[in-house]
């Protein structure tokens, strides 16, 4: 399976762009890629935290205030700002969301999924205070918890045997993933190949 990333989410990550500007950073975080699905606003994320009863405008001002410096960067500097290494390995997240959901495009409740599993993020601290679970989020999103997870193979023993995150089929090396969603973003919105195989 070749994991895609929604036309959504590709507007997305174009906005983490400019909430890096905006909040005076010169590299795309997580958090800037959260603001970027809040901003959007209308997408399964943002509808699956106001239905756990996070209003997206609170999770912002939570975020805008851990992140915000004084400055804010020149728009003409926005080429510059690229993906760093924390957003690469959150996107890497969101592909395994993906995976565990079954879905064979990357979208931005994945993302969100990713950010609520993965601890280093101002976002991710956010949820937690505001007492936002992993399991929420799923139920949140309409999928059933008990279906949730990556596929489990039987091994030749009957044991049941884990797909290993890394190494599965279909899920995108992350320098590759980087590579080309920085790719995409200079061409445009365009899905019509896979990020990765």
Known sequence: MDLSISEDFLKVLEYSRDEALRTGWHNVCP?????AVLRDGDNPACAALEACGVSSGHLKTLIDEALFVNEQ???????????????????????????????????????????????????????????ISLRALVEASGMDWNAYGLARQPSSAGNVTPVSDRKSPGIPDPALMAAAIEQRLREGYSTDNPIAS
């Open 31 to 35: 958090d800037h890629i959260m603001l």
């Open 73 to 131: 960067v020149p728009w003409e500097e926005r080429e510059s700002v690229h993906l760093s290494e924390s957003a690469v390995s959150a996107l890497q997240a969101a592909s395994l969301e993906a995976a565990r959901c079954h879905s064979d495009i990357i979208g931005p409740v994945h993302f969100l999924l990713g950010v609520c599993r993965v601890s280093g993020s101002f976002s991710h601290d956010a949820l937690c205070d505001l007492g």
